[in-house]
Structures are given as C-alpha cells and as structure tokens.
C-alpha cells in the first residue's frame, strides 16, 4: 500500500525563524506531489504541486523539494510568522486518480512571538 | 467569495440516525470529493464524482452513500450513524487531475 510519512508530528519555533519540515513516500511512482496547509477548523489550502521532475517549488516565503531518488520531500519556511501555525500535510497523487492521492498525517507547526 | 460551502459546520447525531452533508461549489469545476480526517491520521477519501452524473467509491465507503445532484453540488449521506462515524467531513472540489483541489471548511460530526 502507497505510504506517506511526515516528521516532525510536531515542531515548535520562534518568529523569525526557519525550519523545514520532511515528507518521506513508498516506491509506487508517482504523477504529482503537494503540500498543503490546515490551520485549525478550517479546510486544507494549497501551498505547493510539484511533479515528478521537478525538484523545487516557491510559494513567497515556503519552498518545497523533492528527491526522487531517495523518495523524500521537504518543505522550508522562511522568516516564520504567527499566522504560519498550522498543520502541513504532504499529499502523493501516486497514478493521477483521485483514488490514489494519499495524505500524510500532517506537521503541527507551533510558531511561539 | 468562491470556493466550496459545506453545511452544516457541527452536527450531533445519537447512534442510528440519519443526516445528509451538504456540498457546493461555485468554481464550475467538473471533480468533487468526499474525505474524512481522523486524529493522526491523513484524511481518506470516501467517495468521488468525477463529473457531473458519476460517482465512485473511495477508501472507506462503507455505511455512506452520495448524490452528485449537479454540477455544483455533492451530498454525502450518513443512513445509520454509527459511533465510528464520529470525524470532521471534508469536501473538495478540482478541475483537472493534477490541478489543485479546494477544500471547504470541514462538518465536525459526532456519533453518539
């Protein structure tokens, strides 16, 4: 079965500072890669889609990675900020279908003034 | 504002009942979705509709039926809730496979 497994399950940092957050997915190939953000009581918002061959993507101060080779993502935020508190979930489209986009759990990202 | 409108935002229901979630978009998009989020886990899709007319079933089907009712709206049905039903609800809407997916704001149920 396709896996995705994020870590830290949890992570907190103070303003002003920056921290990658990691994504680590199974062998099955894959069409497309996104993260997405989920502050709480509210839907997941897009951040980011990668393909597999591209290997970074820019959203203003968030800059996600990709490692096909060793099937690992990572997404960094820069010059963190209060409103930056929220769960971040890396999310495989392993064939393009709908029945194959599989959710990591998320990060729980604490950003402390 | 566009996006998808998911109502109602909390429910309650005693084990048995029966209630429809309700789903629209206002982004003419063609793809909409059903998922679920339980505590540490990654949400899981319930049931699909790719285009207005179809529907598919997703990872956890079992005791929830849908209604792609037309293109902008998706209804998820619970007919005997069930304790194990207790989660937030999700739905989502795209228009292309790799494109982005919009999610709504989320139904909170409880199963008691």
């Not at chain 1, 997404?75 to 959710?103: M, P």
């Not at chain 2, 990654?42 to 792609?68: C, F, H, M, Q, W």
Request: charged share 15%; with cysteine; hydrophobic share 30%.
């Amino acid at each position: 079965k396709n896996q995705v497994e994020q870590s830290p399950q949890s992570l907190i940092i103070l303003e002003g500072k920056n921290c990658t957050l990691q994504c680590n997915y199974t062998v099955s190939p894959f069409s497309n890669l996104r993260w997405y953000k989920q502050d709480t009581g509210r839907g997941p918002v897009s951040l980011t889609i990668m393909t597999f061959s591209e290997n970074t993507k820019s959203n203003g101060r968030y800059t996600a990675t990709l490692d096909a080779d060793t099937k690992q993502s990572s997404l960094h935020i820069t010059a963190s900020q209060l409103s930056d508190s929220a769960s971040y979930i890396c999310v495989v489209d392993f064939s393009g279908s709908a029945r194959q986009l599989t959710f990591g759990s998320g990060t729980q990202l604490t950003v402390l003034p | 504002n566009a996006g998808v409108t998911q109502t109602p935002k909390f429910q309650v229901l005693k084990t048995g009942q029966s209630m429809t979630l309700q789903c629209a978009q206002d982004m003419n998009h063609n793809s909409m979705y059903w998922y679920r989020q339980d505590p540490g886990m990654g949400l899981r899709l319930i049931y699909y509709s790719a285009s207005e007319g179809t529907t598919d079933k997703g990872e956890v089907p079992n005791g929830y039926n849908v209604s792609r009712l037309n293109k902008r709206e998706f209804s998820l049905r619970l007919e005997s809730a069930a304790p194990s039903q207790t989660s937030v609800y999700f739905c989502a809407s795209s228009e292309r496979k790799v494109g982005g997916y919009t999610f709504g704001s989320g139904t909170r149920l409880t199963v008691v």
